[in-house]
């Protein structure tokens, strides 16, 4: 009787023990994967605690679940996953570095994998991922999709991932693969200028050079993020955060210099350009962004069509349609609207930005009290809300999906907008030269894991 009471003790303790040593040894054994001395940048995906938290989530919430593998779209299922042939590490970490190609893709992303199974593999790659495999003999296989290319030998991988659609076919990177199969000039990512990525925490994890740093958890109902940047205080030209009223759509404050993301750069849009240098000498510290719903606007629609004579005669009608009721307000001196019209962005006669430079809809600017140039999309400009009180906030941040106004907005955002309830965000100063901006992204379902939510309000917009 007394062994046995003793083994009801121990026993659990024993288990949760194990079960810790396991985690905390596969978590040390992650930070062994190898990357190139010269990476910029390094992503960690915290694969084990990504398992452990959907697969709960999906453990609570059957009857979900269950819904999204019947009535999704295809691969909806997230509590299974075919056989990979690979083994999955507790950190799967992604990084840049400079290479041959780097100003052709510069959204390029590498990565590598320990394989225990090449077929599996292989098959994977080929059914779940629709990727062409070519094999060259004694030469490792290549896989290629429009934005993925794998190169992998019989115990290892490689591959590249484009966050954006590349301009010249990814199999152009096959070299650089190559090379990183070698795995050589590589260190451990544990004893790396990345080495404190570990304590970033979330699910994912980002860490450039310098003070940057980023992270997101995706729990229940919602995503918690965090950044870390470069920044500069300004002081706010009156107090602190405006009181921007609770019936906005969207408030943006942002008080702080740009210097980082404007100095020395040249913005190209549309066949315009702007200089972040010139724009500087014009911006005083300060901007503020109001979406207050939506405003009616006024366009002219142009069609042609044939008279009796068979003469192609042109059609104007003015047409009424929603906008969004958009007012960009920049602490800036008066001489920013001349920079502006000398580069043919602004219209100084009629006080408008340019269509050609913003087809969407009419855009019209002009200067508001307490040293504010406005840009709006309603007919007359409006002050800025009061200012409360300083409280430090540098970044100020409150979107409520609820009360956008999808008839102004691309369809293909439906699906994402239709899961969302909120997202805000602050920002404040960390010592003299960083900014650390904390925040959170809530949905409308608060039961159901946010990533699980988001990936399958991405799958939908891909099939509209």
Same mark, same amino acid.
């Given at each position: 009787?007394?062994? @046995? ?28 994967? =190898? ?31 269950? $819904? ?31 290479? !041959? ?9 590498? %990565?590598?994998?320990?394989? #225990? ?71 451990? !990512? ?19 050079? *310098? ?35 609770? #019936? ?10 740009? *210097? ?17 240098? $010139? ?9 503020? =962004?109001?979406?207050?719903?939506? !405003?009616?606007? #006024? ?34 001196? #008066?001489?920013?609207? *001349? ?78 907008? %239709? ?19 904390? @925040? ?17 309000? @991405? ?6």
């Amino acid at each position: 009787m007394r062994w @046995g009471r003793v083994l009801a003790v121990w026993l659990p303790l024993l288990l949760v023990g194990g079960l810790w040593g396991a985690w905390q040894y596969r978590q040390y054994r992650s930070y062994q994967a =190898l990357i190139p001395k010269q990476t910029t940048c390094l992503i960690r995906i915290h694969l084990d605690g990504l398992f452990r938290d959907v697969g709960l989530n999906a453990f609570w919430n059957r009857a979900h679940y269950d $819904s999204l593998r019947h009535n999704g779209p295809e691969g909806a299922d997230f509590r299974s996953w075919p056989n990979t042939g690979a083994s999955m590490p507790a950190n799967l970490f992604l990084f840049q570095l400079p290479h !041959v190609q780097s100003e052709i893709f510069p959204h390029i992303y590498f %990565g590598t994998l320990q394989l #225990t199974d090449t077929a599996a593999f292989t098959t994977l790659l080929r059914t779940h991922f629709a990727m062409q495999i070519f094999r060259g003999g004694d030469e490792p296989a290549i896989a290629v999709a429009d934005r993925v290319l794998v190169v992998f030998s019989a115990d290892r991988a490689c591959f590249a991932v484009s966050l954006r659609k590349p301009v010249q076919d990814i199999a152009v990177l096959e070299e650089v693969l190559h090379s990183l199969l070698a795995a050589e000039g590589h260190v451990p !990512v544990s004893e790396s200028a990345f080495r404190d990525i570990k304590h970033l925490g979330g699910h994912i994890g980002w860490q450039g050079r *310098g003070r940057r740093a980023a992270s997101i958890r995706f729990n229940a109902g919602v995503a918690k993020f965090s950044l870390t940047l470069p920044a500069v205080a300004a002081p706010s030209l009156s107090g602190g955060v405006p009181d921007f009223p609770d #019936t906005n759509a969207a408030s943006f404050w942002l008080n702080g210099m740009v *210097g980082d993301w404007l100095a020395g750069k040249r913005l190209d849009f549309g066949g315009y350009t702007l200089h972040g240098d $010139s724009l500087l000498k014009h911006y005083q510290g300060s901007m503020a =962004l109001e979406w207050k719903g939506t !405003v009616m606007q #006024t366009d002219t629609m142009i069609s042609y069509d044939y008279d009796a004579d068979f003469v192609m005669q042109e059609r104007r009608e003015l047409v009424e349609r929603p906008v969004p009721d958009i007012r960009l307000a920049i602490a800036a001196d #008066t001489g920013l609207m *001349g920079y502006l019209a000398r580069q043919d962005v602004m219209d100084p006669t009629h006080h408008l930005v340019n269509r050609s430079a913003f087809p969407l809809f009419r855009i019209n600017a002009g200067a508001t009290s307490r040293g504010y140039m406005q840009w709006f999309t309603a007919v007359q400009p409006a002050a800025l809300p009061p200012s409360g009180e300083g409280d430090g906030e540098m970044l100020h941040v409150r979107i409520d999906f609820t009360r956008l106004d999808s008839q102004a907005l691309p369809v293909s955002l439906s699906p994402i907008l %239709g899961i969302l309830d909120s997202l805000e965000a602050t920002g404040v100063m960390a010592g003299e030269t960083a900014q650390e901006i904390t @925040g959170n992204l809530r949905m409308k379902n608060y039961r159901i894991n946010s990533l699980v939510q988001l990936l399958h309000a @991405g799958r939908l917009a891909e099939h509209l």
